[in-house]
Nanobody, 123 residues
């Protein structure tokens, strides 16, 4: 397994931007598809975005398509989530995950999870 640590969360006004980072330990980072999930208070965890091992293919939830961009730097063992045009409904704890599937993934496709970083969008 790989250990994951997120950073970059915070408080931002609606319409603003944040960039989340997820640093992975170990030498096998490039062998994993990576994903971002989020969970708002009182709601189930939901998929946000995923990227394949090379970084050449991505997949997004409809709710963030066109606003969020997932990317990765395998030399730095890091995956990113650039979030633009943020809305109050984007408020959640965001967690990155390492797994085997990037296209239409399920939570069960990811075996390693970070602790999460809080994103709060004020109106």
């Amino acid at each position: 397994q790989v250990q994951l640590v997120e950073s970059g969360g915070g408080l931002v006004q609606a319409g603003g931007s944040l960039r989340l980072s997820c640093a992975a330990s170990g030498r096998t980072f490039s062998s994993y598809a990576m994903g971002w999930f989020r969970q708002a208070p009182g709601k189930e965890r939901e998929f946000v975005a995923a990227i394949n091992r090379s970084g050449g293919s991505t997949y997004y939830a409809d709710s963030v398509k066109g606003r969020f961009t997932i990317s990765r730097d395998n030399a730095k063992n890091t995956v990113y989530l650039q979030m633009n045009s943020l809305k109050p409904e984007d408020t959640a704890v965001y967690r990155c995950a390492a797994g085997s599937r990037w296209y239409f993934p399920r939570e069960a496709d990811f075996g390693s999870w970070g602790q999460g970083t809080q994103v709060t969008v004020s109106s």
